[in-house]
């Protein structure tokens, strides 16, 4: 059987980068069971109530949900269950440093495939207030409008 190469994205939190504003990324490998690689494969994840929480010099994982495997017998997992992710020490704790913070979290950003590897990668962030949203949101609008208007210009001149 060929290896696998590339990217395949198996869960995005497109959520977090709205409710929070990212400071830094990490990818990070993922300790887990077969059934949850099977499942995972099958394309089935929820990052939604993530958050990653440093424990000991660990860095774990919790509120993922990986569904149970279909096919899985006595052997299957807990669908939210906490994992262990595959961190370098120094990442580790710079983080923790870091989340000590106040308003500062780490939140899963996206679960995908790494060349046939489970990966995550997750982000330092801090919390936006909902002025802050709001803001964001009026200058996402506000970009979009002038690139329409820009492009209906484009298109009058060559017309």
Known sequence: MAKETGRKLIAQNKKA??????????ECGLVLTGTEVKSLRQGRASLTDGFVQIDGGEAWLHNVHVPEYTQGTWTNHSARRKRKLLMHRLEIDKLDSKS????????????????????????????????????????????????????????KQRA
């Not at 980068?17 to 990490?26: A, E, F, P, Q, S």
């Not at 997750?122 to 970009?143: F, N, S, V």
């Open 100 to 155: 000590s913070e106040s308003g500062h979290t780490i939140v899963p950003l996206a679960m995908y495939f790494k060349d046939g590897r489970a990966k995550i990668e997750i982000a330092l962030a801090k919390g936006k207030k909902e002025y802050d949203k709001r803001q964001t949101l009026r200058e996402k609008q506000d970009l979009r409008e002038t690139n329409r208007a820009v492009a209906a210009v484009r298109r």
């Open 17 to 26: 980068r709205h409710d929070y504003l990212i400071i830094d990324t990490y």
